[in-house]
């Protein structure tokens, strides 16, 4: 009887196998788009984005693709020559093609539209403790290549150590208003300290609403420069002295120092959907990268949820405005003052999608994306959802 039993679960567990297969095979064959051939051959200069968005109504659904072909041993790492069967009925698969010995894998994102970001911006809790400039050769202003900064706080600082300059730009603030329509997430600009300068269109609801009761998602350092140290704090000397190194940002008083990571960031990434779904409202755009407050494709935003809330490099969000709250100027008239009507009152409009944007670098509570796609610019206080989501 135990025999009988032990059988039957095995041919359960099969069944069941099997089903998932043929369900997950035919759901993806309902994303292909119609006219896709049967393989595909894949050139130098392909990105997993791309070839799922050429054959797949859904590009974060990429994985489907390469599980159809066995022959790719790692889903993962694809490269240029390999033949990627699209025949998803007859399950035809066809054999991997010539490979240079030096050939690179393809990523999902070509890695240059992102490594300025992955170098030069990082997000971290506090930066009063790190090492600052507290002085420039000849009394400068700005110091670059080939000068020297005076650096406080590095007492045991040794010839030949190298730190990257960095500089605290911005403070990314989160505020749960329990009752109200939504929550308030700010991006409070730092003066060369490092502390909140006056923002007077925020003015207002800082007064009303105080840091009391914020939560802090983390301050932006932004890369300035690489040094060396030639001298440590010796001889009564009360500064260790730092021979800039690069061309780029010129370094200024009150720019801070850390260490220089080997390998700080990932080199590939690989499109999927989000772990799990976020409650409305809290995941938002807080800032679009280089520019005030809009964004298209291949530029770079800053979303208010990171590692905690499940986000991950390669996490695809959709990104939406937030529908308006329009007064019914046929119920209430045409010349009705928006301030006279109770925000219950109003007409909740749909939100209107944007575009695609995929996570490249994840901190705790703040996490970078590239947009890949979009059909109108994407704003700072637009909210992210499921790639999928029908609105």
């Not at 359960?12 to 993806?28: D, I, P, S």
């Not at 051939?37 to 859904?58: C, E, K, M, N, S």
């Not at 009752?179 to 300290?193: A, E, M």
């Not at 979303?303 to 308006?324: C, K, P, Q």
Request: charged fraction near 25%; aromatic fraction near 8%; proline fraction near 7%.
């Amino acid at each position: 009887m135990a025999r009988m039993l032990k059988r039957l679960s095995q041919g359960l567990r099969t069944t069941c196998v099997v089903a998932m297969m043929t369900v997950a095979t035919y759901a993806t064959a309902q994303t292909m788009r119609g006219d896709h051939p049967d393989t595909y051959v894949v050139v130098r200069g392909d990105t997993l984005w791309d070839i799922a968005g050429r054959f797949l109504q859904r590009p974060w659904l990429w994985p489907e693709i390469w599980q159809a072909n066995p022959q790719i041993q790692n889903p993962h790492l694809i490269y240029p020559g390999d033949v990627i069967s699209l025949a998803y009925l007859n399950r035809v698969t066809a054999s991997p093609g010539p490979r240079e010995a030096t050939v690179q894998p393809i990523d999902a994102i070509p890695l240059s539209d992102v490594e300025p970001f992955l170098k030069d911006l990082r997000v971290v809790d506090s930066f009063e403790h790190l090492p600052y400039v507290v002085g420039l050769e000849e009394d400068r202003l700005r110091a670059t290549q080939g000068q020297v900064a005076y650096i406080r706080g590095l007492p045991d600082a040794a010839p030949g150590q190298r730190y990257a300059v960095v500089r605290p730009t911005v403070r990314y603030t989160h505020l749960e208003r329990a009752g109200l329509c939504c929550d308030l997430f700010h991006k409070d600009d730092l003066d060369f300290r490092g502390r909140r300068t006056l923002d007077f269109q925020q003015y207002w609801t800082n007064v009303i609403t105080p840091d009391k009761g914020q939560e802090l998602l983390g301050y932006e350092l932004q890369r300035v420069n690489v040094g060396t140290v030639t001298r440590g704090e010796v001889g009564g000397i009360q500064a260790s002295t730092l021979l800039l190194d690069e061309t780029g940002r010129e370094v200024r008083v009150g720019d801070r120092l850390i260490p220089i990571d080997a390998q700080p960031y990932d080199l590939q990434f690989f499109p999927h959907a989000p772990a799990q779904q976020l409650e409305y409202g809290r995941a938002r755009v807080l800032a679009v990268a280089d520019t005030l407050s809009h964004g298209g494709p291949r530029d770079v935003v800053v979303l208010s949820v990171g590692a905690r809330e499940g986000v991950d490099n390669g996490t695809v969000f959709s990104m939406w405005r937030e529908g308006t709250q329009a007064i019914d100027r046929v119920e209430k008239g045409p010349d009705r003052d928006a301030d006279t009507v109770f925000f219950e009152n109003k007409v909740r409009l749909p939100d209107e999608f944007a575009g695609h944007a995929m996570v490249f670098r994840t901190y705790d509570k703040v996490s970078y994306a590239l947009v890949m796609d979009s059909i109108k610019p994407t704003k700072i206080g637009y909210h992210l959802k499921h790639p999928d989501a029908p609105y």
